[in-house]
């Protein structure tokens, strides 16, 4: 696969590189680093799609970059909260399992059915992701659980709409805005 390079793709790229960052900033316990590190991740998630449609430049490669990018940092990130706030990762562990299983089923789900990695990148995908970004930053700046809970149910919905988008397509299509979108062009 080669990867053109443009502004949105070296930002998902960019997403990608920061997370071993963002690892070794909570393994050496430097929660200033991990800020940092995690504000540049989420702003670099904002901005690489943003772009990408401003400037024209919307490609299947640019969808996986960011997908991936998605996959890396909410995957590294129960790792580098138990690293620097352990207490958080005993006390919300169920919620963390379930947003970990919920984050990965659907697309594991439409791996298997067409063989390739899909990024719908649903609206409710996008709110969704402020909403657990949010989340994620209340509960380690304040220990604050409810809009972490809060993004995990609606986690659950996003997930639904997912394997829907999954089951009712015959191939795979990227940037699906919901699943009503889809069953109306139908």
């Not at 990965?104 to 609206?123: C, D, N, S």
Request: charged letters at 15%; one cysteine or more; aromatic letters at 16%.
């Amino acid at each position: 696969m080669k990867i053109m390079m443009n502004i949105p793709n070296l930002l998902s790229l960019s997403r990608i590189a920061m997370a071993p960052l963002l690892l070794l900033s909570s393994y050496f316990g430097s929660e200033l680093l991990f800020y940092i590190f995690f504000t540049l991740m989420l702003v670099s998630d904002v901005l690489d799609g943003y772009i990408a449609r401003k400037l024209h430049q919307c490609t299947k490669v640019g969808s996986y970059l960011d997908s991936i990018g998605d996959y890396i940092t909410y995957l590294s990130l129960p790792f580098a909260t138990w690293w620097l706030w352990p207490e958080v990762i005993r006390t919300e562990w169920w919620y963390i399992l379930t947003a970990f299983a919920l984050f990965l089923l659907p697309g594991m789900i439409a791996r298997l059915k067409f063989g390739e990695m899909v990024a719908y990148h649903t609206w409710l995908t996008k709110v969704t992701a402020v909403v657990m970004s949010a989340g994620i930053i209340v509960i380690l700046f304040t220990k604050d659980d409810l809009l972490f809970h809060l993004a995990v149910y609606l986690l659950v919905i996003e997930a639904v709409e997912s394997l829907a988008i999954t089951f009712y397509l015959e191939r795979p299509q990227q940037d699906v805005k919901s699943f009503w979108h889809l069953f109306k062009r139908k």
